[in-house]
């Protein structure tokens, strides 16, 4: 045989191997329903009461990226044309 042909005989074993596999393996199981009632959910109100409210001082920064993946610290709108990553 050449070495073609045995490089071929391989494969064609290793895919009935696979075949024989997948028809012995069982299909899966549907998942359960869930029997217990879900848990209730905050109220909306009550949400909002726990959102802190974001200090005005701080400047926005501009958010730019590079292309390693790096922002930009400089505020929003700067008009420096260079950024500054980090």
């Known amino acids: 045989m ?4 045995d490089l071929r005989a ?6 009935e191997q696979s075949r024989a ?11 359960r329903p ?11 109100a009550a949400v909002l009461a726990v959102v802190p409210d974001p200090p005005e001082a701080a400047p926005s920064l501009c958010g730019h990226r590079n292309m ?8 929003a709108g700067h008009a420096a ?3 500054r990553y980090s």
């Open 10 to 15: 391989m494969r064609e074993a290793r895919y």
């Open 68 to 75: 390693g993946g790096r922002t930009c610290t400089r505020e």
């Open 81 to 83: 044309k260079s950024h």
């Open 34 to 44: 869930a029997t217990t009632a879900p848990a209730s959910r905050p109220e909306p």
């Open 2 to 5: 050449s070495k073609m042909d």
């Open 21 to 31: 596999r997948a028809k012995t393996i069982a299909p899966a199981t549907p998942a």
